[in-house]
């Protein structure tokens, strides 16, 4: 036999008589703290960041550069080999020209936002992150435009994706 429960036991507490003080209602705010941790290969991975340094990871079973790093190859199912040293050099993949902010609002009057998927130099295709391009007009913007890190000041760095300020492009050099 089975019934569908079409009401809970209980007595429901609406939001007016709660205002209106016919429950004891205690308010208190939480300090929630916690640590999590990034893992071997990120944590090295951000610990270059704060060095003004990128660094992947080879496999020498497929041959791949990664970046960001990974102690596992998805693709040869064994772990990945040795650390590699990348320059800060990257190529633009794809991206999006934002002319509203994050919550949504115009940017009227202000430069527009450029966000780029970039492929480092010296890891393997479609190797690389997202990240803000800068120093550049949308109408420069193209895919395959070579771009170099601009690093935060070294007592900036947090050991975060963010050390890397923005990308810049690298002009008078081969392009594609
Ligand atoms: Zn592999």
């Not at 080879?58 to 199912?77: A, I, Q, S």
């Not at 999006?96 to 393997?124: C, K, L, T």
Request: net charge positive; hydrophobic share 35%; charged share 30%.
């Amino acid at each position: 036999m089975s019934s569908k429960v079409t009401r809970y036991p209980g007595t429901e507490i609406t939001g007016d008589q709660a205002k209106a003080g016919r429950y004891l209602l205690t308010r208190y705010e939480t300090e929630l703290r916690y640590s999590w941790s990034s893992g071997k290969a990120i944590s090295r991975f951000l610990e270059g960041l704060r060095d003004g340094e990128l660094w992947g990871r080879r496999c020498d079973g497929c041959g791949r550069t990664m970046v960001p790093p990974r102690m596992y190859c998805e693709l040869c199912f064994r772990p990945t080999d040795s650390w590699v040293r990348l320059k800060d050099t990257a190529r633009v993949v794809t991206y999006s020209v934002s002319y509203v902010n994050a919550d949504a609002s115009r940017r009227e009057g202000e430069e527009p936002v450029i966000v780029a998927v970039v492929e480092i130099e010296g890891a393997s295709p479609m190797m690389g992150m997202l990240h803000l391009l800068g120093e550049v007009s949308a109408d420069e913007l193209a895919v395959g435009m070579r771009v170099k890190a601009v690093w935060k000041p070294r007592g900036e760095r947090r050991g975060a994706i963010t050390d890397i300020a923005y990308f810049r492009p690298v002009r008078g050099g081969p392009q594609a």
